[in-house]
């Protein structure tokens, strides 16, 4: 159990970096699924089938597939992802700006895999409202975006927001991975590190990373919970 | 899409028609543009729509064609042979974990009214404990990531003498976190249905375990098909994480060919068109047994088939799968 204490700045760090990763990539889906989430609910045919081809591709594939075309399909491009060291940013997230560019690259795979369940469940919100709505809306004469603004969005975003959640702790578990594409020092990379190289014994590790993990998932999860029965309720 | 756009917008008159039909052709033009310098240019320059670096995959004339495809055909059937065994057992556990959490959950609410007192405070307290263990379980094992599980089998199980071959560790790695999932699954479809399904059951003289057998369970399983299908995809995509165990799957292969051929772009994409085939049809399975479900059997006593909300969130968390 020692190491637990020991190296409790290890697993701390890790935990921090964990949380940046998850922290950027959400900000990254988010955006980028918003900006799909209005590609597929688009008037004009091709955006939408661009929107409805993203989301079909990401969705089925493996994020591992993801991390691999990032983590090497990348650098035989010639890139370094190096648009992602935004200044100041950086300055915060002092991974962002080094000459790795594992971080990054886990980033943008991370970002653009959550990104089409992000699309998908801001797009069943927009769904879930019921169509008498947004007709009600435009026999007032409210225009689109009017329509948009006062009407459909603000109820569908209640509809969408535990998806949402969903999606969020999802992205959060599927960070452990990228400790596996070359970004050091992050939990499941920790755990890798001290089990093999360090040599410390199997078990205080695994529970140390699982309690990381935990902290994080958890709470956000219960939180969701309590959201999704308050809804239940409301309706 | 139909029903999407009457959601939003009007039935175009010829004027919106107009309007979409020239802004379609704009987007498209677009769209174009930007997938030639973002796409395609970056590539052409690397070089990488040379017949040097796809030709062992698309040319059947090529020396390396068979060997590569042999090769990715092992990792196929590796692939396949790990999804079809941890959703098999997944499957079987998940429904035994939600059994057992319906039983404890309805144990805890008996006061063992027969028996002496210190008995009966003890079975109380006994299966409020159990209970209480078996949540907590759950919650941990649904909490950590799968990568993480699998590594934890693969570390774990050889610190206590035991040893597998890796497909073992794959699947026991995926079944854990599986299971629990689709427990929850399971067990929500049964506290979704309505109360007056155990009552009757109870009623014409069922016992806890029948009820939940012949009663239950065969309702369950209806109403959650979509979302246990959704959850196979993601026991599917899953399987791509045995190369951290160095499992043999048809990732781990694709590293292999990419280590003798340098030709990781290729090699991915193709892997990725033979995810996305088998995961598509999957989902449109899914789909298709969703619309079957609420199209079929619409009889007054059936309970509402609230599937679409839960099948949505279980594939939300599905992304958590992976």
């Given at each position: 159990m020692s190491v637990l204490i020991d190296k409790f700045d290890v697993f701390a760090g890790g935990f921090w970096l964990t949380l940046q990763i998850c922290f950027l990539a959400a900000i990254g889906a988010l955006i980028l699924g918003a900006v799909v989430a209005v590609l597929r609910i688009s008037p004009v045919p091709p955006l939408r089938a661009l929107g409805t081809a993203y989301v079909t591709v990401f969705r089925n594939l493996p994020l591992t597939v993801v991390m691999f075309f990032a983590a090497f399909g990348l650098p035989a491009l010639g890139?370094?992802?190096?648009?992602?060291?935004i200044p100041g940013l950086d300055a915060v997230f002092?991974?962002?700006?080094?000459?790795?560019p594992y971080f990054r690259f886990a980033l943008i795979a991370l970002s653009l895999y959550t990104a089409a369940f992000v699309c998908e469940a801001l797009r069943s919100g927009v769904n879930a409202v019921p169509p008498g709505q947004a007709e009600a809306a435009r026999s007032l004469g409210l225009t689109f975006g009017q329509n948009l603004r006062y009407v459909v969005l603000p109820q569908s975003w209640k509809a969408s927001i535990v998806p949402l959640g969903s999606v969020i702790i999802a992205m959060i578990k599927n960070?452990?991975?990228?400790?596996?594409?070359?970004?050091?020092?992050?939990l499941s990379q920790t755990a890798d590190q001290l089990t093999s190289?360090?040599?410390?014994?199997?078990i205080p590790v695994a529970i140390g990373i699982s309690v990381g993990y935990l902290i994080m998932t958890v709470p956000l999860g219960a939180l969701l919970d309590r959201i999704e029965k308050r809804q239940a309720v409301a309706r | 899409m139909s029903q999407q756009n009457s959601v939003l917008y009007d039935v175009p008159g010829p004027r919106q028609r107009r309007i979409t039909l020239v802004s379609s052709l704009i987007a498209t033009v677009v769209v174009l543009i930007g997938a030639y310098l973002l796409i395609y240019r970056p590539l052409a320059d690397k070089g990488q729509f040379s017949m040097e670096l796809w030709g062992p995959l698309i040319?059947?004339?090529?020396?390396?064609f068979t060997q590569v495809w042999d090769r990715l055909g092992v990792g196929l059937k590796h692939t396949l042979t790990a999804a079809a065994l941890a959703i098999l057992s997944s499957l079987v556990v998940g429904t035994l974990l939600a059994v057992l959490r319906i039983q404890l959950k309805s144990l805890t609410r008996?006061?063992?009214?027969?028996?002496?007192t210190p008995l009966a405070y003890l079975l109380r307290g006994l299966s409020v404990l159990l209970s209480a263990v078996t949540r907590v379980c759950v919650e941990v094992f649904r909490g950590l990531p799968v990568v993480i599980t699998i590594f934890f089998v693969a570390r774990g199980f050889p610190e206590f003498g035991v040893s597998f071959d890796n497909l073992w560790y794959l699947v026991i790695g995926l079944t854990v976190y599986n299971s629990v999932v689709i427990a929850e699954i399971l067990r929500s479809g049964m506290e979704g249905l309505p109360g007056g399904q155990a009552e009757a059951a109870a009623a014409i003289g069922l016992s806890p375990a029948q009820t939940t057998r012949m009663i239950l369970l065969p309702q369950a399983f209806r109403i959650m098909l979509p979302a246990l299908i959704s959850q196979l995809v993601v026991v599917l995509k899953d399987t791509s994480l045995g190369f951290i165990i160095s499992y043999e799957e048809t990732l781990n292969i694709g590293k292999q060919i990419i280590g003798v051929l340098g030709n990781p772009i290729q090699v991915y994409a193709v892997i990725a068109v033979l995810f996305i085939a088998v995961n598509y049809s999957l989902s449109k399975l899914a789909q298709f047994v969703q619309h079957r479900l609420s199209r079929g059997r619409k009889t007054a006593g059936t309970p509402a088939q609230q599937a679409p909300a839960t099948a949505l969130i279980s594939q939300a968390e599905g992304a958590g799968g992976n």
């Open positions: 890139s370094n992802a190096n648009f992602l060291r002092s991974r962002l700006g080094t000459d790795l960070s452990a991975l990228v400790g596996f594409f070359g970004v050091i020092g992050d190289a360090g040599g410390y014994a199997f | 040319d059947p004339s090529n020396e390396n008996r006061r063992f009214t027969g028996l002496a």
